[in-house]
């Protein structure tokens, strides 16, 4: 009875929203950027959006030089909510750590751990982990990012977790790396307030579009996102493997 | 440069990433942090008070102004809804400090109630749509960790799933504005959404307001009320009731009138009937509890209807009716005060159950100072509660909106007769109670006159105040 | 015409009702783990939707290269990737915290059956 009406709710709200929505939304063909934000992004010129035709790439310009155009959105324009974001996961990380930190559990123990991942971990544990520094230090540049480079060094550390039956993680070090990365972004945005006048503020040198070293705070916040990352899902995976 | 308001949700901010690291070194420092912390924001609070206007002024973040970055939007007005919750805060958590420190992990709980804090201030003060999605997330997990007690996790789950359907809901409502619209800040989308269908609006509208619901206790996603308040230790009663719900109304206020600026009048009337219905069936439900916990709880969801029906009632066509609309944010500033006192009281006295409060004389004082907030909830006067019920009423008989008066009074006839056999009870009453409390701190008496002499200094002054708080959203906004 | 059926199904309905089938998990199902797998499930489809909205016909990828170097290229919408990689990690915060909640309620009542649970905790 229960799931009848259930299924009834959800029809109606499908049709509900479907042909609410439907009429109105711009998609495929009909979106066309030209008076959004994202216009003024793209061309990385907040006063005239709507200038073409000039080129970005291999020159510098006096707003943002990160050649990834999403890690100027996350980085730069949208700084705030990045911050709000790796604020949400450092109190997650601490709520499951205080649950499930007191109680004593055993280590979830394989019988026999697979003998190829035994062998091939050793070596292969050291590049996935270099992997995910490149993706996280190449942030402004190609595809990738903080976010996406800390979750691979989480995934090497639950690899290791399964080679073999008596590998740990030390906590007092992901500890104090977590703490410290989370002060050194505040602590740079307050420079950029007493430097420039806002919080948050862009105030290193630019560079050239395409290059390594570009783009002024945008690579540094992004390898301060990368570790603060890799340290707390490191800790999530060793709470929920257990500790004896 | 630092009159800037961002500061005010720095500092909580940096003191709770600090805590891990001092963590490592010694444990004994931690209970202290939130207190400083608290302190702090205060201080900058009433130094950025001093050279603010009563304009609505909006402050940019990494540089970039409107639409093209965050802003915040600030001005003297917002200043003190700001002012009174890092009070209640810090009276919070100096009660937490005293007494309450060793419930829960020794760590989680201080992270959790100074991101509380900050969430609350972010709240109230971003003037973006995807931002006030992070602050509701963040506000929400540390809800999650402050209700979550050792003796049960059911109403830990409730609160998540609930929460979790709101904030998707928003998501969607979020995303499909930005679509249209092409911008995400709240003052420039409805230049935006000019040209579109009735139908875009009835859902966007219905989208954002079951989202909001979830938080600010209005119905139709309250359900979680009763069981969190039931649970949780006295400081995360304090924290919930007048600290998250008032920063997460005023959120709501603020979507409703900058996002829609008062065209579209469908949307006001349906949200004037939700609050309505929402008030009436608070006070019903509150009138036949036992449980203490629990008829606060409804008490506070009823609040919560009877402002957001007052703010909606005030909106037609475009124009704010400036006697309904400044009365109900005084009703909203006081309540912070009133029910910051009344769960300071509870907690204090151990009064959870309404047939175990036995006639102690040492804790008179302490039931008298519970029984000054109870006063100014419902409205007697010398104190605050009084003057905003009384302006309230006035606006609302001088432009005639006769069912929500019929339906005020009403619901106002319950709520005077619980409360009052609440506080009859709490004094006069005879059984023999079976767990007593240890004796109520010299600190905790501190707070809680200072809590009443707040009250009764707003209830003798009401014009000042009531004068500093009106006219909120002035500046080109309507 | 069958190329808007096309467009409404693939960018509005489709993700709309993976949402609404987490949802119907929500109302329907009892045990705990299958209420975080439903939460997971609308999540997956909130964030289909909000990048299904920022697609651009012929659209690339938002990166400036050597080969496509000028401003006002053909490039997809930049702020719904942003939206969604915010929304991503918020959902991976919660659903941690969700487990944990539930390993403790798994010890202290050794029952995952929220009915059952709702009637223990009954005071």
Avoid: C
């Avoid at chain 2, 829960?104 to 201030?121: D, E, Q, R, S, V």
């Avoid at chain 2, 009763?226 to 719900?245: A, E, L, M």
Wanted: zero cysteines.
């Amino acid at each position: 009875m229960r799931k009848f009406g259930a299924l009834i709710i959800i029809l109606a709200l499908l049709y509900f929203l479907g042909s609410g929505l439907i009429t109105d939304l711009k998609i495929n063909r009909k979106n066309n950027l030209s008076q959004k934000t994202a216009r003024a992004y793209i061309n990385r010129n907040v006063k005239n959006p709507e200038i073409n035709n000039q080129q970005l790439h291999g020159k510098t310009n006096n707003e943002n030089t990160a050649a990834n155009s999403v890690t100027a959105v996350i980085v730069d324009y949208r700084s705030m909510d990045t911050l709000g974001e790796i604020t949400v996961l450092f109190l997650a990380v601490t709520g499951v750590l205080a649950l499930l930190g007191s109680s004593k559990n055993n280590r979830i123990k394989l019988e026999k751990p697979n003998y190829i991942l035994k062998i091939s971990s050793k070596f292969l544990f050291p590049l996935i982990f270099l992997f995910g520094f490149y993706i996280f230090i190449h942030g402004h540049l190609t595809p990738g990012g903080g976010f996406q480079g800390g979750t691979i060094v989480a995934a090497a550390v639950l690899m290791m977790y399964f080679a073999s039956n008596n590998y740990r993680v030390n906590t007092t070090d992901i500890k104090i790396l977590e703490s410290l990365s989370g002060l050194s972004f505040i602590i740079i945005g307050i420079f950029g307030l007493f430097i420039l006048g806002d919080f948050l503020q862009n105030f290193l040198n630019k560079g050239i579009m395409g290059e390594l070293f570009s783009a002024g705070i945008v690579p540094i916040i992004y390898i301060l996102i990368g570790l603060k990352v890799s340290a707390e899902l490191s800790n999530i995976v060793k709470e929920f493997m257990g500790d004896k | 440069m630092i009159n800037q308001p961002v500061i005010i949700i720095l500092i909580p901010l940096f003191f709770a990433f600090l805590i891990p690291l001092i963590s490592v070194f010694s444990k004994k420092i931690i209970k202290i942090i939130p207190v400083i912390a608290a302190f702090i924001n205060l201080a900058a609070i009433i130094k950025i008070l001093s050279s603010s206007s009563r304009i609505l002024k909006y402050f940019s973040i990494s540089g970039y102004k409107i639409p093209f970055g965050i802003n915040l939007i600030f001005n003297y007005q917002i200043g003190m809804f700001l002012f009174a919750i890092n009070l209640v805060a810090l009276i919070a958590f100096l009660y937490f400090y005293k007494n309450e420190f060793n419930i829960g992990n020794k760590i989680a709980y201080p992270i959790a109630f100074t991101l509380g804090l900050t969430a609350a201030n972010g709240m109230i003060l971003t003037g973006d749509l995807f931002n006030l999605f992070v602050f509701m997330e963040l506000a929400a997990i540390s809800g999650y960790i402050i209700s979550s007690h050792r003796k049960g996790y059911y109403s830990t789950i409730t609160y998540i799933v609930i929460t979790s359907i709101g904030s998707l809901l928003f998501l969607l409502g979020t995303a499909s504005v930005y679509n249209v619209s092409g911008s995400l800040s709240l003052n420039t989308i409805s230049t935006g959404l000019q040209g579109v269908s009735g139908q875009f609006i009835i859902i966007i509208s219905v989208l954002f307001i079951i989202s909001l619901s979830g938080e600010a206790e209005l119905i139709p996603l309250n359900s979680w009320v009763p069981k969190v308040y039931n649970k949780t230790g006295d400081t995360g009663r304090i924290f919930f009731g007048s600290i998250f719900s008032s920063a997460a109304l005023f959120a709501v206020i603020k979507v409703l009138i900058l996002l829609f600026q008062g065209s579209y009048s469908y949307i006001y009337e349906v949200i004037t009937v939700i609050g309505l219905i929402t008030l009436f069936i608070g006070e019903v439900v509150a009138f036949r509890q036992e449980n203490i916990k629990k008829m606060i709880a409804y008490s506070s969801v009823a609040q919560a209807g009877l402002i957001i029906g007052a703010v909606s009632m005030a909106i037609k066509n475009g124009i704010i009716n400036k006697m309904v609309f400044n009365a109900a944010i005084f009703q909203l500033f006081n309540n912070i005060f009133a029910k910051g006192l009344i769960l300071l009281g509870v907690g204090a006295l151990g009064a959870y159950h309404l047939n175990n409060l036995k006639n102690n004389n040492k804790k008179l004082l302490a039931s008298i100072l519970t029984g000054i907030g109870v006063l100014s909830l419902i409205g007697m006067p010398p104190f605050a509660g009084f003057w905003s019920k009384f302006y309230l009423i006035k606006a609302l008989v001088l432009n005639k909106f006769t069912f929500f008066i019929i339906i005020f009074l009403f619901s106002a006839l319950f709520e005077v007769y619980y409360y009052m056999k609440f506080l009859q009870k709490l004094f006069f009453s005879e059984g023999n109670k079976t767990k007593t409390k240890k004796d109520i701190s010299f600190l905790t008496y501190g707070m809680m006159v200072y809590l009443s002499a707040i009250i009764l200094l707003i209830g003798i002054f009401p014009n000042s105040i009531y004068k500093a708080i009106s006219d909120i959203f002035m500046g080109g906004i309507l | 015409m069958i190329n808007n059926i096309i467009n409404s199904w693939v960018f509005v309905y489709g993700p709309l009702s993976i949402f609404l089938i987490g949802l119907y998990g929500i109302l329907t199902q009892n045990n705990i783990f299958k209420l975080v797998i439903s939460i997971n499930i609308m999540n997956l489809g909130v964030n289909l939707y909000i990048i299904a909205l920022g697609y651009v016909h012929n659209g690339i990828a938002p990166i400036y290269t050597e080969k496509f170097k000028m401003s006002g290229e053909n490039f997809v919408d930049p702020v719904p990737q942003a939206l969604v990689l915010t929304a991503i990690v918020i959902s991976v915060a919660i659903t941690a915290f969700f487990l944990a909640v539930l390993i403790k309620n798994y010890e202290k009542y050794k029952t995952l059956d929220i009915e059952k649970i709702k009637g223990l905790e009954n005071d």
